[in-house]
């Protein structure tokens, strides 16, 4: 049984010490204690890494495909009036969780499959899936962060010649029977904000509904990426093999876009949960 001192009534005022608080027991008898500050919101970002040899490979998708992905109460994003999902291949070097080097994943190809949706006002994706050539990995990114991340075998090969520069990948979920071949001008520029290829790769949000249904997103920063001029695509995709029969539709289809980014430094912060 607890003695009547210990039992606090919520009479209390401010002690002018600040976090420090007086209230008085069912007794009168004083006590004293810091009030805990409010939580604050995260700052920092939990990845940072260097993006590189960014393609994207782009097509039309229907609105009611890319609106069964994005979470209740985003929509999806249109550019002239049509919905796009773009498969995503890039090399990630110095990664780093939450400012340290983890052994082993510091550098690392990716490859995703994403639609894309808007957070609010903002430009932002959501990943249908996420080839990541790691169990580990694949797991921390289904577990802690709730993304769609999955193992998979992935290659990454850049040649850097005096014509171009040219990046091969090669993936798959048992073997790399997928490619994505990519040569690009060494020169490189930034596309006014206004183009199509803006539109695709700069996107501020990554947003998925979290397991009550409500959206989740985390913010990406980097600065506007230069992009190559396209000297040549080759790729061989089985879109419904990697990401199901919805998909299979672009096995079919012609990319609307390819883009070659050099890629830069690229901070990843903490979901936010919408509670909207």
């Known amino acids: 049984m607890r003695a009547p001192w210990m039992i606090l009534t919520v009479r209390r005022r401010a002690s002018g010490v600040r976090g420090l608080v007086i209230g008085t027991s069912r007794v009168g008898m004083p006590y004293y204690y810091r009030s805990r500050p409010p939580a604050q919101v995260m700052t920092r970002p939990f990845l940072t890494a260097r993006w590189s040899n960014v393609v994207l490979l782009t097509f039309e998708a229907p609105e009611e495909l890319v609106r069964a992905q994005v979470a ?6 249109r550019w002239n009036g049509k919905t796009h999902v773009s498969l995503v291949a890039l090399e990630m070097r110095d990664v780093r969780l939450r400012g340290w ?5 510091a550098a690392h190809p990716q490859v995703n499959f994403r639609v894309y949706a808007r957070h609010g006002a ?15 990995i694949a797991a921390v990114g289904r ?4 993304e769609p991340f999955q193992a998979a075998r992935i290659s990454a090969r850049v040649v850097a010649g005096t014509d ?5 990948y090669r993936f798959g979920l048992d073997a790399p029977r997928h490619r994505l071949v ?14 199509f290829e803006h539109y695709l790769k700069e996107r501020t949000y990554g947003v998925r509904a979290d397991r009550h249904g409500r959206p ?13 001029k396209i000297v040549s695509v080759d790729y061989a995709v089985d879109f419904g093999t990697l990401y199901g029969p919805a998909w299979e539709f672009l096995n079919r289809s012609t990319p609307v876009s390819t883009i070659f980014a050099v890629g ?13």
């Open 216 to 228: 989740r997103a985390f913010r990406v920063e980097h600065p506007p990426w230069a992009i190559r």
């Open 143 to 146: 577990l802690r962060y709730g």
């Open 72 to 77: 209740p109460g985003v929509e999806p994003d």
């Open 122 to 136: 903002h430009p932002a994706v959501t990943f249908v899936r996420e080839l990541v050539p790691s169990r580990i």
């Open 164 to 168: 171009g520069v040219s990046a091969e």
């Open 101 to 105: 080097r983890i052994l082993g994943f």
């Open 264 to 276: 830069s430094d690229v901070s990843v912060y903490p979901p936010q949960m919408d509670r909207r």
């Open 182 to 195: 990519v040569t690009g001008s060494r020169d490189s520029a930034v596309p006014a904000a206004s183009t």
